[in-house]
């Protein structure tokens, strides 16, 4: 029997536009195309150890080293405090979620230029493709944290109950690294030279957040409000006091939740409102 004639589909065409309004921020469609976000997760984690000698075990070798290098320069030649916790813990103990948020924020703001075969060849929603960066740091994250309950048994340090909130502060880093990153990410398409103002954005505001020192050395009042619109602040003294019992992080925290949420709902609508044009100009 001869085969019956091929039937022609039509392609399909999506015609991509601008959100209607700041506070459409197409979160439905996103999740629609999860399984593309999985993908996606899964494609950076094996890229980024493909063919490397140590494989996962750079991600506890770096924070490592520079918590060791912080405990010498900083904890023994300056003396600076350590709220009673050995401070080469009290270092790594940031660390956790500064790497965590570091990592994903320079990844999510170079990820719409670093996909731009993807973004020319088929539709789906360009948040993806940030959101994607910043998921893909979960793995390291997790190796790191393994390496912080190694560091805890070797000065018998025993966490209490708070222990139980560390993946909500790691969200809270990983939501603003997502905040950041949408912005970054979106006018780096238009403006090339984004790409090269990332790596000294992230080390200012490392020095601007308690990873080598204490958030307790910024007196109450005024100035205190202020320190705690960097929403690591309110992270980072949340992983201490989870993992060490230090003070809780308190009012920070709440300072820190309001201008991350603020910061995130302006992003995504900037990049909404953008990401008709990606595909012309990346």
């Known amino acids: 029997m001869s085969a019956g004639p091929a039937i022609a589909h039509a392609p399909v065409r999506v015609k991509i536009e601008p959100s209607h309004g700041w506070l459409d921020l197409g979160l439905a469609e996103v999740w629609e195309y999860r399984d593309l976000l999985g993908f996606l997760v899964w494609r950076d984690v094996k890229v980024r150890y493909k063919q490397t000698l140590l494989g996962v075990a750079w991600v506890a070798i770096q924070p490592a ?3 060791v290098l912080f405990a ?3 904890g023994r030649i300056a003396n600076l405090p350590s709220e009673g916790v050995p401070y080469v813990a009290f270092v790594f103990g940031a660390l956790l979620p500064w790497q965590l948020f570091a990592t994903a924020l320079l990844r999510a703001g170079t ?4 996909n731009a075969a993807l973004l020319t060849k088929v539709y789906f929603p360009r948040l993806i493709i940030p959101l994607a960066a910043v998921l893909g740091g979960v793995v390291d994250f997790v190796v790191s944290l393994a ?3 190694v560091l805890m048994a070797h000065y018998r340090i025993a966490p209490g109950w708070p222990v139980a909130l560390l993946p ?27 790409q090269q103002v990332i790596p000294f954005l992230v080390q200012v505001w490392m020095f601007a957040s308690p990873v080598v020192y204490s958030a307790g050395v910024v007196p ?8 705690g619109l960097n929403p690591l602040t309110g992270v980072i003294q949340g992983f201490r006091w989870a993992l060490f019992g230090t003070a809780p992080p308190g009012g920070l925290m709440a300072v ?15 990049f909404r409102r953008l990401e008709d044009t990606f595909a012309d100009v990346v």
């Open 168 to 194: 909500v502060f790691a969200l809270m880093a990983l939501v603003t690294a997502l905040a950041v990153g949408v912005w970054l990410a979106a006018l780096n398409v238009r403006f090339r030279d984004v």
């Open 147 to 149: 390496v912080m309950a």
């Open 256 to 270: 820190s939740f309001a201008a991350v949420v603020i910061l995130l709902v302006l992003g995504v609508a900037f």
């Open 111 to 114: 990820s719409l230029v670093g």
């Open 72 to 74: 010498i320069l900083l």
């Open 65 to 67: 080293f520079t918590a």
């Open 220 to 227: 109450n009042g005024p100035w205190r409000i202020v320190y």
